[in-house]
């Protein structure tokens, strides 16, 4: 039962248990040797039936630098695997981590979630309420390997570097692949400021993905005309997935966020995220894919929003970087006060020159990333921590934030506590 939902942002649609494994290039080397994987061999693209399958995909990946999301034949093969290493047990699932980065900040969610167990109702913030299709409980773990650059892994007959750091996520997660619409999500949505929508790309069953949007389009329906609804994407198992979505949902949609992996997927090639001239000629084929009103891509340098309406979403920009850069460097612990001394950063330079292109050539808005140092640095997460940022800044959101932000400078001169 949901309580006064005036103003309020809804954020969907399923949450995820994450295994957030600590990086260990020395477990994979003998994972590699003791499964004689061999250079040959690695492909990013292989059915991950086993073990040794996982092992293959994840050093295929670091080998080109890219990060993505597969689908594993058992949740028994993410639980073998992640016994390897350090574990941290997490909340993920785009909604629910955008639905951390603003409790932080003061400002409450409703969140659409799919699954539900102890380990949910543990973690999940007091402030976020909870819209659920789930009958019963259940845990199908997502894996999380975030992978830094310059980490070697040996193999049979070779090694592989990482180039770059990236994230991969390997799961699979019956509810989040059936994606059951909550019978009452259509009430959460009445009064809504804002509504994101994600998770659809765990999806497999064409025919069951169209009932779901039909289930969806018809309880947002209820959204107020006025509200924002924002896309995330994200890495499909099934890629031409993506376009039954985007034909069902883009003539709603304010917002279209992706990374720059979803990105290069989108466009079949890389592309040299700090060449002004590859970036720009990126973000205009990826937009003539997707016309969404506004088309925003985020990366590791930098932030772009193309699009008839993307000069309405500068502030939007700003504070999802900020809040992204202020995460990296403190975790989940970051608080509205953090997000100012991020703001006294310096930018990085070869984002600013992409930005400023983009701007010249094509009449973009972007916003350069913070450069952050910092020795213990929090990675994963950060696109839906991004996304978090960005709908602080909706108006209902913002006043919000800036409520709690001023009642909490009053208890610290009054001495006030609770």
């Not at 289930?215 to 924002?230: E, I």
């Not at 920009?317 to 950063?345: F, I, M, N, P, Q």
């Amino acid at each position: 039962m949901i309580d006064d939902m005036a103003e309020d942002l809804v954020l969907g649609l399923g949450g995820t248990v994450d295994y957030e494994i600590r990086w260990d290039a020395e477990v994979l080397t003998a994972l590699a040797a003791q499964h004689g994987i061999r250079l040959d061999e690695l492909t990013t693209t292989t059915p991950i039936i086993d073990e040794r399958a996982l092992v293959v995909t994840v050093l295929a990946f670091l080998a080109t630098g890219g990060g993505g999301e597969r689908f594993v034949l058992s949740s028994e093969i993410v639980e073998t695997f992640a016994a390897h290493f350090d574990k941290t047990i997490t909340l993920g699932g785009t909604g629910v981590r955008a639905g951390i980065a603003l409790d932080r900040i003061g400002v409450p969610t409703v969140q659409h979630l799919v699954s539900i167990d102890d380990t949910v109702r543990r973690l999940l913030p007091a402030s976020m309420s909870i819209v659920s299709s789930a009958t019963r409980d259940t845990l199908d773990p997502h894996l999380i390997v975030q992978y830094p650059a310059g980490t070697t892994v040996r193999l049979v007959d070779g090694a592989v570097t990482a180039q770059a750091s990236n994230r991969l996520i390997f799961a699979n997660d019956a509810p989040n692949r059936e994606m059951a619409i909550a019978p009452d999500l259509g009430d959460a949505l009445e009064g809504a400021a804002a509504f994101l929508v994600s998770g659809f790309n765990t999806m497999q069953d064409a025919d069951l993905l169209e009932a779901r949007l039909d289930d969806l389009v018809s309880a947002m329906r209820r959204l107020p005309a006025d509200a924002l609804v924002y896309y995330e994407d994200a890495g499909f198992y099934h890629r031409e997935l993506a376009a039954r979505v985007r034909a069902r949902l883009l003539e709603r949609i304010d917002v279209y966020g992706m990374n720059e992996d979803e990105l290069q997927e989108y466009l079949g090639r890389p592309v040299d995220l700090l060449s002004p001239d590859d970036v720009v000629a990126a973000l205009v084929e990826v937009h003539a894919l997707i016309p969404a009103r506004t088309l925003v891509v985020h990366t590791t340098f930098w932030a772009i929003a193309v699009g008839p309406s993307a000069a309405r979403h500068a502030a939007g920009l700003e504070s999802a970087v900020r809040t992204a850069a202020t995460r990296y460097r403190l975790g989940d612990s970051c608080t509205a006060a953090d997000l100012e001394v991020t703001a006294r950063s310096p930018r990085h330079a070869g984002g600013a020159a992409v930005v400023e292109a983009a701007r010249q050539r094509s009449g973009a808005v972007g916003i350069a990333a913070y450069v952050v140092d910092t020795a213990q640095p929090t990675t994963i997460g950060l696109g839906d921590t991004f996304v978090g940022g960005f709908l602080a800044a909706v108006p209902a959101a913002a006043r919000r934030a800036t409520a709690v932000a001023l009642d909490r400078a009053l208890d610290a001169v009054t001495g006030r506590v609770g």
